[in-house]
């Protein structure tokens, strides 16, 4: 880990290479492809917290702060911020490693909203922590 990437949770939440098929007509990797990264991240970590399915309802706060790359190694960190009755919102803090470079930098960041859904795709209260 570089000495500027953080350890949020013990690690990244998700893990990925910025590839050509990612890029726009000038080669540079979409923001929609980064976004949805983030998404894929957030998720994770909020299905985990709820115990099961849930869906993106909001993203606020989005900030592109530098230009991802082709072959950059994107890691996404995630906090649980709060958590509500059944919804959470999730910061995602996203830094990449370029080649083979020791340190990373920050790239975007952005506030995601999940709320728990149920078998009836319906929302559901979040389980109380430490409850199944």
Known sequence: MADNEPDLEG????????MPADTNPNGDI??????????????MVA???????VATVGIEAMK??????IGDEVS???TILRIGRTSMAIKV??????GTAKGAVK???G??????????????????????
Do not use: K, N
């Open 11 to 18: 690690g990244p939440a998700l893990r990925t290479i910025a």
């Open 30 to 43: 979409f923001g929609g492809w980064l976004l949805a990264q983030m998404d894929v991240a957030g998720g």
């Open 47 to 53: 299905a985990r917290r709820a115990h099961g399915r």
């Open 64 to 69: 592109f702060h530098q230009p991802v790359l």
């Open 76 to 78: 996404c960190y995630c």
């Open 93 to 98: 803090d996203t830094w990449v490693r370029r």
């Open 107 to 109: 790239v975007t960041e």
């Open 111 to 132: 506030v995601f909203t999940y709320v728990a859904i149920g078998d009836d795709r319906r929302s559901r209260p979040v389980p109380a922590e430490g409850d199944a």
